[in-house]
């Protein structure tokens, strides 16, 4: 049988969950107020509609868009694009950082290099992506791959590195082989570190993506981003900003998913 909580414990866990309850509905009050007053202020003309919009012309947009069959087609063509380079970039960027890891040669070596890409404002080399892939979903897939790759390999490089050396050291001397303690402590020690990378992972490949629309989309939201300022539809800019914020909201909460089924806290 369990041993049943203490009252001290049942109060803690109490206010916890008023405490969490009490955070999302601040949220949503604070959300709920700045759109009310963006749409009250529109409206008084306080602020200038046509360069501002306002949340119930975006709303009018987002429909148009979904009537038309336009907002399916944009929204699958960039969370494609994004999830393949999230995806590309987590598993080359932890690969490489493990082989960084196992051989302290190679990391001195390759590490400025690698502070380089990291610097390397990457829209610098869209002109050349673009030739090397061509104006179309390669190159966008390959710039979103390019900013998120390097972020990973450093992220997840500092966590193998910050593994417990004296853990690293008992298990040497136990007669464990590098393999061994790569798999039943490394790796292991370092899957928050893991998250963390997905975390910063999920901003990184929708920046990559939607900067790789800017250059060569034919559509996708980075596309009608563009085209809306183009032709001065600023709502359609501005829905198309509150359609990849959703979009990365729930990309996000799945990361934050996934790290509550992996790490029991």
């Not at 203490?6 to 700045?34: D, G, H, M, P, W």
């Not at 897939?141 to 690293?168: E, P, Q, R």
């Not at 359609?236 to 359609?243: D, G, R």
Request: aromatic fraction near 10%.
């Amino acid at each position: 049988m369990p041993n049943p909580l203490s009252k001290e414990r049942k109060s803690y866990l109490k206010k916890q969950k008023y405490n969490k309850i009490f955070i999302t509905v601040a949220q949503f009050l604070i959300l709920t107020i700045l759109i009310g007053l963006w749409e009250l202020f529109a409206r008084l003309n306080i602020i200038d509609s046509f360069l501002m919009s306002s949340p119930s012309q975006i709303s009018k947009t987002i429909i148009s868009l979904f009537k038309s069959g336009e907002l399916g087609k944009h929204i699958f063509t960039t969370l494609y694009e994004t999830l393949l380079g999230f995806f590309i970039a987590t598993a080359l960027g932890t690969i490489i950082a493990l082989m960084l890891w196992w051989s302290d040669f190679l990391r001195k070596v390759l590490e400025p290099y690698i502070v380089v890409l990291n610097s390397l404002p990457k829209i610098a080399l869209g002109p050349i992506i673009i030739v090397w892939f061509g104006a179309g979903t390669k190159s966008i897939v390959f710039m979103a791959v390019l900013i998120t790759i390097i972020v990973t390999i450093i992220t997840m490089l500092n966590g193998f590195l910050s593994t417990d050396s004296g853990k690293i050291l008992l298990m040497r001397s136990l007669g464990a082989s590098k393999v061994q303690i790569l798999l039943k402590l490394v790796l292991p020690s370092s899957l928050e570190t893991f998250i963390s990378s997905l975390k910063i992972n999920v901003g990184m490949a929708w920046i990559g993506s939607i900067m790789g629309e800017y250059l060569v989309s034919k559509q996708g939201i980075g596309y009608l981003i563009v085209y809306g300022g183009q032709v001065f539809r600023l709502d359609l800019v501005m829905a198309s900003t509150v359609i990849l914020c959703a979009l990365a909201s729930l990309m996000y909460l799945g990361v934050s998913l996934l790290e509550k089924l992996l790490i029991k806290k």
